[in-house]
């Protein structure tokens, strides 16, 4: 009997060690994330909004159990690849409303490239790791 207790407190001390381990292993990236919702969970208990609560929680399990920093990376290029797509809409707008000759609607393309555009060079500025 002895024997088969030991075996399974080893293996309940490697499962609690590999754990709280891995948790310690976030990058600084992941870690910010977790930080940031950790604090979100905090304030909704304050609040008393548990759904708020709940709904963090299962966010705070997804950032520990999968957030790298390729991950980080490849959201952050899609993100940017999406944006690019959008300014692309947004200049083919403005060069109908160009070649309709009408000012009005030449002046709202325009600024809705502008945005796109600003929204498009934030994102390029933004290191997805920091």
Same mark, same amino acid.
């Given at each position: 009997?002895?024997?088969?207790?030991?075996?399974? +407190? !080893? $293996?309940?001390?490697?499962?609690?060690?590999?754990?709280?381990?891995?948790?310690?292993?976030?990058?600084?990236?992941?870690?910010?994330?977790? @930080? $940031?919702? +950790?604090?979100?969970?905090?304030?909704? #208990? &304050?609040?008393?909004?548990?759904? &708020?609560?709940?709904?963090?929680?299962?966010?705070?399990?997804?950032? @520990?159990?999968?957030?790298?920093?390729?991950? !980080?990376?490849?959201?952050? @290029?899609?993100?940017?690849?999406?944006?690019?797509?959008?300014?692309?809409?947004?200049?083919?707008?403005? @060069?109908?409303?160009?070649?309709?000759?009408? $000012?009005?609607?030449?002046?709202?393309?325009?600024?809705?490239?502008?945005?796109?555009?600003?929204?498009?060079?934030?994102? #390029?500025?933004?290191?997805?790791?920091?």
């Amino acid at each position: 009997m002895t024997n088969l207790v030991r075996p399974a +407190a !080893l $293996a309940a001390i490697l499962l609690v060690t590999s754990v709280s381990g891995f948790a310690a292993t976030l990058s600084p990236a992941c870690q910010a994330k977790h @930080d $940031a919702v +950790a604090a979100k969970i905090a304030k909704a #208990k &304050e609040t008393g909004n548990s759904e &708020e609560q709940s709904s963090l929680q299962k966010s705070l399990a997804a950032i @520990d159990s999968q957030c790298t920093d390729a991950k !980080l990376t490849s959201m952050h @290029d899609s993100a940017v690849k999406k944006q690019e797509a959008t300014v692309a809409k947004r200049q083919a707008e403005l @060069d109908k409303a160009t070649a309709g000759g009408n $000012a009005s609607k030449t002046k709202k393309a325009q600024d809705k490239l502008n945005a796109a555009q600003a929204k498009l060079d934030k994102l #390029k500025a933004t290191d997805p790791l920091k």
